[in-house]
């Protein structure tokens, strides 16, 4: 029962650890969630100033993990090349070495659990504060004092289970010298990293199997279970990859490649590099007594060449990966572009990835007002088919993409956001029925023509083919204008609401005269009155769509704050 409740406590140490480093990477990044943001899309220009960005970003949160994803994400939502995202992500390599430095400096010598509650109790007022960015800030010493406390119970309960004989009694039967060895605790350092998806996590384990002196477990075998993390944290950002567009899913493996072919090619060179570095350690810094900055300084060292050595290549490792994974853009035109149904982005950046989202939903309700135009213009029944067929399938994706968004938003909801991000995501919840709506207009303009069609005993006049055209003309004119006020809104530009406004006053109108031209019209016999039906049916449909345009501008104006 001991031994049971040993390992429970050894289970739930790791559980804090990886709680704590959650919580205090999201109040950093709630904090200074539009910082990261600026930050990230302004240096990286080059692959110098990409690499220096993701070091910095990854210092900062301390998770590589986040970073990648982070960059999985842009590159998701089309404000990252490919060839930015890798200099990013080697650079995220290097940042998260910080974690092992402070962990050596302070994690085994000093009563870090002594100071966190401590801590807590100084975050504890920021934590509850109603305004968000000091609720961030005590977010993040409550995660900083988990991170600690998790860390120095970590150790407790691995001397009590007597984790350093058992893993010795392990050993005993390897033998210590064998490359094979080596191999092997670079698979198992992968595998454990895969499992808690946080390579600091497995760091800070590594770290404390080393400071315990087990035999059978030297400075080499640490090594290489330093390594194998750097391919297992890989998973993360390839699990966020999986239903994302094609630009991510390349990010996601330029982050894989990068890191399993420097783990080969330090492998090829592994016994020199550790005598480099024990020899820089003991010799040339003078910390012969500390082995954990021998380690520390090992994972360092490796990151740094790594990314010294492959940043020349970035422009070929681009290639390769676009190679691997051509673009299919059929594929990808019927589906969301910018986020995904599966795991999501770290939730401040999810508000980002939504409202790209609502931008493309908007492009194709402009689309779909141009299939309307070529249907309307249609001579023979392959063409109208054809669009007619466009349409309908168009207004299924829309009523996909309304849900699939929303579905989206509420599982962002649901995370850690700051007051501005839920007020940001409750009124774009009210702007997408509006855009759904339009696609539903389009295709009841589609279904009007398709029943004058099947009427079949005659068709609109030249004058009612002119006046459905310009209401037409309007109706698009409204939604082209409106596309213009969601991008603009979405990149916190000047937008000049009047246009579809004004447009939307000019289809009310046209309407009210044309509707009165209508009733004359058939009671002077120019036409039927069922075609007259069919053709005030098309003018009042335009109409409706106009007022939708008119709700998505007036929702829009309060959808992007800053």
């Known amino acids: 029962m001991d031994i049971f409740l040993e390992i429970l406590s050894l289970v739930g140490s790791l559980v804090l650890f990886l709680y704590g480093m959650k919580i205090m990477s999201e109040g950093l990044e709630k904090y200074a ?60 390599n290097v940042g998260t070495t910080v974690t092992a430095w402070i962990i050596s400096a302070v994690g085994f010598k000093v009563d870090i659990a002594a100071f966190s509650l401590p801590l807590m109790a100084l975050g504890l007022p920021l934590f509850f504060s109603k305004e968000s960015k000091r609720k961030s800030i005590g977010e993040f010493i409550f995660g900083f004092s988990f991170l600690f406390m998790g860390l120095s ?19 005993a039967h390897m033998p210590f ?14 595998l454990v990293t895969m499992l808690v998806q946080a390579s600091a996590a497995t760091m800070a384990i590594t770290l404390m199997l080393f400071d315990m002196h087990i035999p059978g477990f030297g400075f080499e075998q640490a090594a290489a279970l330093a390594m194998g993390q ?76 790594n990314t010294l050595l492959l940043i020349w290549f970035v422009p070929q490792i681009e290639r390769l990966v676009c190679k691997m994974l051509p673009q299919k853009e059929q594929e990808e035109e019927y589906r969301l572009r910018y986020i995904s149904a599966g795991l999501l982005s770290t939730s401040e950046l999810s508000v980002l ?17 141009g299939f309307v135009r070529s249907l309307t213009d249609a001579t023979n029944e392959d063409d109208f088919n054809k669009y007619f067929s466009k349409i309908e399938k168009y207004e299924g994706i829309t009523d996909n993409m309304e849900v699939e968004i929303a579905n989206y938003l509420s599982k962002v909801g649901e995370g850690r956001l700051s007051n501005e991000s839920k007020i940001q995501i409750q009124r774009m919840m009210k702007l997408i029925p509006e855009l759904e709506s339009i696609g539903d207009s389009c295709y009841n303009l589609a279904r009007t023509l398709g029943r004058r069609r099947r009427y079949g005993k ?37 937008v000049d609401y009047n246009v579809p406004l004004n447009t939307e006053h000019e289809i009310n109108n046209y309407r009210k005269q044309l509707r009165n031209q209508n009733i004359a019209d058939v009671n002077d016999g120019v036409y039927s009155y069922q075609m007259g039906v069919f053709y005030i049916d098309y003018v009042n449909e335009c109409e409706k769509l106009g007022d939708y345009v008119m709700n998505v501008v007036e929702a829009t104006k309060t959808v992007i704050v800053k």
């Not at 910082?35 to 100033?49: E, G, Q, S």
């Not at 998770?63 to 992500?89: D, E, H, P, R």
């Not at 391919?231 to 999986?242: N, R």
């Not at 990068?258 to 590099?273: D, K, M, S, T």
């Open 177 to 190: 010298d064998s490359f094979w060895t080596i191999l092997l605790f670079v698979l198992v350092g992968a």
């Open 33 to 92: 969630g539009d910082k990261l943001r600026n930050i990230l899309a302004a240096m990286t220009r080059n692959r110098v100033m990409g690499v220096l960005t993701g070091i910095l970003i990854t210092a900062l949160i301390q998770s590589s993990s986040a970073t990648t994803v982070m960059v999985v994400s842009f590159v998701n939502a089309g404000m990252m090349t490919l060839k930015q995202s890798i200099g990013v992500i080697m650079g995220a």
């Open 353 to 369: 990835e939504a409202q790209k989202e609502i931008n493309n939903f908007a492009e194709r309700c402009l689309k779909m007002v």
């Open 153 to 171: 119970y970590l150790q407790v309960a691995a001397t009590n289970l007597n984790i350093g004989e058992a893993v010795a009694g392990m050993l």
């Open 458 to 494: 005659e068709d609109f006049n030249d004058d009612q083919n002119r006046r459905m055209h310009i209401m037409l003309d309007l109706a698009e004119k409204a939604v082209d204008g409106m596309v213009k006020v969601v991008a603009r809104s979405q990149a916190l530009e000047p």
């Open 230 to 305: 750097n391919i297992g944290t890989t998973i993360t950002a390839f699990m966020a990859s999986l239903t994302a567009n094609t630009s991510a899913r390349r990010a996601a493996l330029a982050h894989m490649f990068f890191n399993v072919f420097g783990v080969v090619v330090v492998l090829i060179v592994f016994y020199p590099a550790c005598n480099f570095v024990g020899w820089l350690v003991t010799d040339v810094l003078g910390a012969d007594n500390n082995d954990l900055f021998k380690l520390s300084a090992f994972h360092t060292a490796f990151n740094i060449f």
